[in-house]
T-cell receptor
Framework: KAGVTQTPRYLIKTRGQQVTLSCSPI?????VSWYQQTPGQGLQFLFE???????NKGNFPGRFSGRQFSNSRSEMNVSTLELGDSALYLC??????????FGSGTRLTVV | EDQVTQSPEALRLQEGESSSLNCSYT??????LFWYRQDPGKGPEFLFT???AGEEKEKERLKATLTKKESFLHITAPKPEDSATYLC??????????????FGAGTRLFVKA
C-alpha cells in the first residue's frame, strides 16, 4: 500500500518568488491536511481539505493557499516568499479525519 | 486559547529504564488526542488516538492514557530504537465546521544502550 507522497522533497527558492507543493494521499483517503514544521514553532496547522472543500484554516497569511482535486490529490501554494517561510511542509491524509498518515515532507529553503 | 504543552522537552534514559511523557491540553470541543512518533528527516508516524477520559491504548512497549486535562505516554523497558521525538496533538472542531489539529512541541527521547 503506497504511503503519502510529497513532491518535491527539497526546494530552494528566492525571496519574492512563489512555490507550489504537491501531495498525493493514500488511495481512498478523502481528507488532506497541510502543516508547517520549524524548529522554533513546531508543527503548525495550515489547512484541511475534504472532498475538494477547505474545511478549516490555520492562522497563516493569505499568501498560503491550497486546493484539492477530485482524485484527492492536493497542492499548496505560497506566494511572495519570505525568508521565514523556510520550513518542512508536511502533508497528511486520512480516510475519516482521524488517524493521519504523514508524508516525508518538502523541505523549502528561501534565500 | 487552545494550547498543548508537552513535558519534558527532552528525556534521556538508559535501556530498560521505564518512564512517562506528559501532554497537557486546554481546548474547547475536544474530539480526540493523538500521539505520534517522529524520526529525524521523516514525517510523524501515527501511534494512538484516544477519545475519552479513562481510555488506554497499548502498542509494544508504549501505553497511552487520557484524563480530562492531560495524557501520558508510558514507555516500559525502552530500547535504543525507541529514541525519537514523540508528539502529542489534540483535534477539535474548527470555526468553520471542520477539524483543527494542534500539536505540542514534542518530547525528544534518547535511549542509551
Amino acid at each position: 500500500k503506497a504511503g503519502v507522497t510529497q513532491t518535491p522533497r527539497y526546494l530552494i527558492k528566492t525571496r519574492g518568488q512563489q512555490v507550489t507543493l504537491s501531495c498525493s494521499p493514500i488511495s481512498g483517503h478523502r481528507s488532506v491536511s497541510w502543516y508547517q514544521q520549524t524548529p522554533g514553532q513546531g508543527l503548525q496547522f495550515l489547512f484541511e481539505y475534504f472532498s475538494e472543500t477547505q474545511r478549516n484554516k490555520g492562522n497563516f497569511p493569505g499568501r498560503f493557499s491550497g486546493r484539492q482535486f477530485s482524485n484527492s490529490r492536493s497542492e499548496m501554494n505560497v506566494s511572495t516568499l519570505e525568508l521565514g517561510d523556510s520550513a518542512l511542509y508536511l502533508c497528511a491524509s486520512s480516510y475519516s479525519s482521524e488517524a493521519y498518515t504523514f508524508g516525508s515532507g518538502t523541505r523549502l529553503t528561501v534565500v | 486559547e487552545d494550547q498543548v504543552t508537552q513535558s519534558p522537552e527532552a528525556l534521556r534514559l538508559q535501556e530498560g529504564e521505564s518512564s512517562s511523557l506528559n501532554c497537557s491540553y486546554t481546548v474547547s470541543g475536544l474530539r480526540g488526542l493523538f500521539w505520534y512518533r517522529q524520526d529525524p528527516g521523516k514525517g510523524p508516524e501515527f501511534l494512538f488516538t484516544l477519545y475519552s477520559a479513562g481510555e488506554e491504548k497499548e502498542k509494544e512497549r508504549l501505553k497511552a492514557t487520557l484524563t480530562k486535562k492531560e495524557s501520558f505516554l508510558h514507555i516500559t523497558a525502552p530500547k535504543p530504537e525507541d529514541s525519537a521525538t514523540y508528539l502529542c496533538a489534540v483535534q477539535a472542531v474548527g470555526n468553520t465546521g471542520g477539524f483543527k489539529t494542534i500539536f505540542g512541541a514534542g518530547t525528544r527521547l534518547f535511549v542509551k544502550a
